[in-house]
């Protein structure tokens, strides 16, 4: 009787922790990290309106199990970046990164082998990691100097080749050349540029999308 009831204990401390450890697993949902700039933290927007929280509600009304961590902080640098994401990889475990980085180095006048030795960290930092990474092409105007202009437009398809990591040509396509897009300073878009924006990215986040649609 004695061994009887010591082996239904054993099976039922097993189901239990069989049970637990299902129920863990159901509640933990695949992040898309958002490592950006202003452009992607809602500078000068009402909250809830910008590109990233339209790709939540597109997220939800695919009924998709991925959600999203949005660690964009207005005036963010590469360098800034660099620092912060091996945190972020450790706390959230995204299954995708999605780097829009670039932007102030260039308004600081930073030197473009700078950025490109910041960003290919944190491209290799997150491959390693195991995620899947989305780089998000930034231009400048060309009254930075047609040089710079030029070696920062390349800069972005050069790493995505280089790395073999999905590439979005030009984060601002459709909006960079429309003033009414934009807010006063002229710098940042305002709420109309947020569906283009999000169409953008949306696009280029074709490949992942059947992952999109289950856990992966």
Known sequence: MRIQLLSSNKFITGL??????????????PVILILGDSLSAEYGLPRGTGWV???EGQ???DKS????F???ISGETSAGGVNRLPNILSQKKPGIVLIELGANDALRGLPVSQTEANLR?????SKKSGARVLLCGIQIPSNYGQTYTKQFKELYPQLAKQEQ???LPFF???VATKPELFQADRLHPNVEAQSVIFKNVWGSMAPYSSLLKKLP
């Not at 239990?16 to 949902?29: I, T």
């Not at 960290?121 to 930092?125: A, E, F, L, V, Y």
């Open 65 to 68: 199990p991925w959600s999203v």
């Open 121 to 125: 960290k944190m491209i290799q930092i």
């Open 16 to 29: 239990f922790c069989l049970l637990m450890s299902f129920s863990s697993w159901a509640q933990v949902k």
């Open 172 to 174: 601002l396509e459709g």
């Open 70 to 72: 949005n660690a964009s």
């Open 59 to 61: 997220l939800s009304k």
């Open 53 to 55: 929280n339209l790709l």
């Open 165 to 167: 990591i999905e590439l």
